[in-house]
C-alpha cells in the first residue's frame, strides 16, 4: 500500500510523517487483507448490486449509480459535535430570514443583493409557510485548526447552500449499505458508526410537515423524468418516503384550483421538487397560483430559493448575530460580494487568485479557480464578469483537507490525497416551530479529480461514504 501525497491540503488519513491517523487504523487493515484480487471482484459486485436497484425501478437505460470511492471519512464524534450544531444555528438563521423577508421587515441582506439576484422575483408574492426550509444541505470544508497541530483537529468553513435541489440523502444511505457490506465489514463493526437507517423517512415526515395534513398529507416527489441523472435517487425517495414519483407532465390544476396527479387521481398537497423552476411552472400551468393559494404546498417556494445565492450566504454570520443574538459557531469561507462595489474593485485587482462563482449556479458550473487556470481562461472568465459583475461573488482559494482516493495496481494500492468536502443536510420537522432542527448523523463526501478543487459529480469528483462515530 503507498500513499500519494501531493497537494499541500492536510490529509485526513495520514499524518505528515506518512503514518496513518490511529482512527483510520482498522480501516486500512482491512484494505490490506482484502488485497486487490478481492477489492476489485467487491467493486463490481457492489456496481452490479446498485445497477440491480437501478433496474428494479425500470430504469433500463444508462448508468445512474454514481461514480464512487469506497473508502470511508470519519469523523469523531467531538468534531462531528461541533460541526452540527453550528449547522443547526445557521439553519435557524436562515429561517427567521426568509419569515422576515416575507413580512418585510428584513433588515440583514442589502436590497441591492436581493433584487440583484437572478433568484428572486420581486413580481411574486412570497408565501413561505411558518417554517420556510424543511431540508437544506451545507457544503463545508475543514480545515487543520493552526492550534492542533497535526492530530487532526479541525476548523469548518461553508463554502454554500444548497436548499433547491441537493444531492445527498438517497446517495449517502447507498454508500452505506455498500461500505457496511461489501468492503469494511469488520471496521464498521468495530467502530460505533451513527445510523443513517430511518433518515429517509425522516425526510419524509419534515416534507410532510409543511401541509396542514401533516402525516397524511399526500407527497410527491416531481422529478424531470429518465434522462436526469439522478433519477434513481428520485425513485429512492419515493419509494422510501412512501410519496408519489411523478414527472410534470402527471400533475395538472384542476378546476377548483387543486394539484391533480392524473395517472392515480389523487390531489397533491406537498411537492418535492427535483427539477428546475422554469420546467415546474411553465409545464403545469396555474401551479404558482395553487401554492399562493395554499391548495398545494411546493417546498422550494418561489423567492425561497434566494437562499442559495451566494451572495445572500456573505450575509448569513451577520444573520445570526442580528436575528438569533448570538456569535456564529461557524463562519463562511472569506468571501466577496461583486454586486457591492468596494468588494468589486478588490476582486478585479486580484482576480487571478481567487475563486469567483457565479451567483446562481449550481453543479460546479460557471466557477473559475484563479490558481488551477490558464492566463488565457482567466482573461476570458473575466470578460464574462465584468459584463454583469453583480451576478458573481468571490471566495479565498482555500488548501482546505484532502482525503484519499484508492486505485489498485497489480497487487498494490495506490491511496492519492485529492480535495474533499462535507454535503450535510438539515431538517425543520417542526410543523409551526422553524428553531427546530435535526442534522442527519452522516454526510455525502465529494471528492475532487486529483489536483482538482471542484468536489462536484458533475465535474468529474466522486462520492463517498461518511462514518460519524458516536461516543
Given at each position: 500500500m503507498r500513499f500519494e501525497r501531493k497537494l499541500p491540503g492536510t490529509n485526513e488519513v495520514f499524518l505528515e510523517n506518512g503514518e496513518p491517523r490511529p482512527v483510520y487504523e482498522g480501516i486500512l487493515a482491512e484494505l490490506e487483507d482484502t488485497g486487490t484480487n478481492l477489492w476489485n471482484d467487491k467493486l463490481y459486485k457492489a456496481h452490479e448490486t446498485l445497477l440491480n436497484e437501478q433496474y428494479s425501478f425500470g430504469i433500463k437505460t444508462g448508468d445512474k449509480t454514481h461514480p464512487t470511492d469506497f473508502i470511508p471519512r470519519i469523523v469523531p464524534a467531538d468534531d462531528w459535535e461541533r460541526l452540527s450544531g453550528s449547522l443547526a444555528q445557521r439553519l435557524r438563521a436562515i429561517?427567521?430570514?426568509?419569515?422576515?423577508?416575507?413580512?418585510?421587515?428584513?433588515?440583514?441582506?442589502?436590497?441591492?443583493?436581493?433584487?440583484?439576484?437572478?433568484?428572486?422575483?420581486?413580481?411574486?408574492?412570497?408565501?413561505?409557510?411558518?417554517?420556510?426550509?424543511?431540508?437544506?444541505?451545507?457544503?463545508?470544508?475543514?480545515?487543520?485548526?493552526?492550534?492542533?497541530?497535526?492530530?487532526?483537529?479541525?476548523?469548518?468553513l461553508v463554502l454554500e447552500e444548497n436548499a433547491k435541489m441537493p444531492v445527498g440523502l438517497a446517495a449517502m444511505t447507498r454508500r452505506r449499505r455498500m461500505s457496511r457490506e461489501f468492503f469494511f465489514p469488520e471496521a464498521h463493526a468495530e467502530l460505533p458508526v451513527r445510523s443513517l437507517d430511518g433518515w429517509l423517512a425522516r425526510l419524509g415526515d419534515s416534507l410532510r410537515a409543511a401541509s396542514p395534513k401533516g402525516a397524511e398529507a399526500t407527497l410527491a416527489v416531481v422529478s424531470s423524468g429518465p434522462e436526469d441523472q439522478f433519477y434513481l435517487d428520485h425513485h429512492i425517495y419515493a419509494q422510501e418516503m412512501d410519496a408519489i414519483l411523478a414527472e410534470t407532465r402527471h400533475l395538472k390544476v384542476d378546476g377548483d384550483g387543486y394539484l391533480v396527479h392524473e395517472p392515480t387521481d389523487q390531489r397533491v398537497d406537498v411537492i418535492y421538487e427535483r427539477v428546475d423552476e422554469d420546467r415546474l411552472y411553465a409545464e403545469i400551468s396555474g401551479l404558482l397560483e395553487c401554492h399562493v393559494s395554499g391548495k398545494t404546498h411546493v417546498l422550494f417556494a418561489p423567492n425561497s430559493e434566494i437562499i442559495d445565492d451566494k451572495g445572500v450566504g456573505v450575509f448569513i454570520p451577520e444573520m445570526v448575530r442580528t436575528y438569533l443574538g448570538e456569535e456564529p459557531l461557524i463562519q463562511n469561507a472569506r468571501t466577496w460580494s461583486l454586486a457591492l462595489e468596494e468588494d468589486r474593485k478588490y476582486v478585479m485587482e486580484h482576480f487571478g487568485e481567487l475563486v469567483v462563482k457565479s451567483r446562481g449556479g449550481y453543479g460546479g458550473k460557471e466557477v473559475m479557480i484563479g490558481p488551477e487556470e490558464t492566463q488565457e481562461n482567466i482573461e476570458k472568465f473575466r470578460k464574462t464578469v465584468e459584463a454583469n459583475p453583480v451576478e458573481f461573488i468571490a471566495q479565498e482559494t482555500i488548501d482546505f483537507s484532502t482525503h484519499v482516493l484508492c486505485e489498485s495496481q497489480g497487487d498494490d494500492f495506490l491511496l492519492r490525497d485529492s480535495y474533499a468536502d462535507y454535503r450535510v443536510i438539515a431538517l425543520s420537522p417542526d410543523p409551526e416551530d422553524a428553531g427546530v432542527v435535526e442534522v442527519v448523523p452522516g454526510s455525502l463526501t465529494r471528492v475532487a479529480a486529483p489536483g482538482k478543487r471542484i468536489v462536484n459529480i458533475s465535474s468529474g469528483g466522486k462520492m463517498k461514504d461518511t462514518w460519524v462515530l458516536g461516543r
Amino acid at each position: 500500500m503507498r500513499f500519494e501525497r501531493k497537494l499541500p491540503g492536510t490529509n485526513e488519513v495520514f499524518l505528515e510523517n506518512g503514518e496513518p491517523r490511529p482512527v483510520y487504523e482498522g480501516i486500512l487493515a482491512e484494505l490490506e487483507d482484502t488485497g486487490t484480487n478481492l477489492w476489485n471482484d467487491k467493486l463490481y459486485k457492489a456496481h452490479e448490486t446498485l445497477l440491480n436497484e437501478q433496474y428494479s425501478f425500470g430504469i433500463k437505460t444508462g448508468d445512474k449509480t454514481h461514480p464512487t470511492d469506497f473508502i470511508p471519512r470519519i469523523v469523531p464524534a467531538d468534531d462531528w459535535e461541533r460541526l452540527s450544531g453550528s449547522l443547526a444555528q445557521r439553519l435557524r438563521a436562515i429561517n427567521e430570514f426568509l419569515r422576515r423577508l416575507e413580512a418585510g421587515n428584513e433588515e440583514v441582506v442589502p436590497r441591492e443583493v436581493i433584487e440583484s439576484s437572478i433568484l428572486y422575483d420581486t413580481s411574486w408574492r412570497d408565501r413561505f409557510g411558518p417554517v420556510p426550509v424543511r431540508q437544506i444541505a451545507f457544503d463545508v470544508v475543514a480545515v487543520e485548526s493552526r492550534q492542533a497541530g497535526e492530530t487532526g483537529g479541525w476548523e469548518y468553513l461553508v463554502l454554500e447552500e444548497n436548499a433547491k435541489m441537493p444531492v445527498g440523502l438517497a446517495a449517502m444511505t447507498r454508500r452505506r449499505r455498500m461500505s457496511r457490506e461489501f468492503f469494511f465489514p469488520e471496521a464498521h463493526a468495530e467502530l460505533p458508526v451513527r445510523s443513517l437507517d430511518g433518515w429517509l423517512a425522516r425526510l419524509g415526515d419534515s416534507l410532510r410537515a409543511a401541509s396542514p395534513k401533516g402525516a397524511e398529507a399526500t407527497l410527491a416527489v416531481v422529478s424531470s423524468g429518465p434522462e436526469d441523472q439522478f433519477y434513481l435517487d428520485h425513485h429512492i425517495y419515493a419509494q422510501e418516503m412512501d410519496a408519489i414519483l411523478a414527472e410534470t407532465r402527471h400533475l395538472k390544476v384542476d378546476g377548483d384550483g387543486y394539484l391533480v396527479h392524473e395517472p392515480t387521481d389523487q390531489r397533491v398537497d406537498v411537492i418535492y421538487e427535483r427539477v428546475d423552476e422554469d420546467r415546474l411552472y411553465a409545464e403545469i400551468s396555474g401551479l404558482l397560483e395553487c401554492h399562493v393559494s395554499g391548495k398545494t404546498h411546493v417546498l422550494f417556494a418561489p423567492n425561497s430559493e434566494i437562499i442559495d445565492d451566494k451572495g445572500v450566504g456573505v450575509f448569513i454570520p451577520e444573520m445570526v448575530r442580528t436575528y438569533l443574538g448570538e456569535e456564529p459557531l461557524i463562519q463562511n469561507a472569506r468571501t466577496w460580494s461583486l454586486a457591492l462595489e468596494e468588494d468589486r474593485k478588490y476582486v478585479m485587482e486580484h482576480f487571478g487568485e481567487l475563486v469567483v462563482k457565479s451567483r446562481g449556479g449550481y453543479g460546479g458550473k460557471e466557477v473559475m479557480i484563479g490558481p488551477e487556470e490558464t492566463q488565457e481562461n482567466i482573461e476570458k472568465f473575466r470578460k464574462t464578469v465584468e459584463a454583469n459583475p453583480v451576478e458573481f461573488i468571490a471566495q479565498e482559494t482555500i488548501d482546505f483537507s484532502t482525503h484519499v482516493l484508492c486505485e489498485s495496481q497489480g497487487d498494490d494500492f495506490l491511496l492519492r490525497d485529492s480535495y474533499a468536502d462535507y454535503r450535510v443536510i438539515a431538517l425543520s420537522p417542526d410543523p409551526e416551530d422553524a428553531g427546530v432542527v435535526e442534522v442527519v448523523p452522516g454526510s455525502l463526501t465529494r471528492v475532487a479529480a486529483p489536483g482538482k478543487r471542484i468536489v462536484n459529480i458533475s465535474s468529474g469528483g466522486k462520492m463517498k461514504d461518511t462514518w460519524v462515530l458516536g461516543r
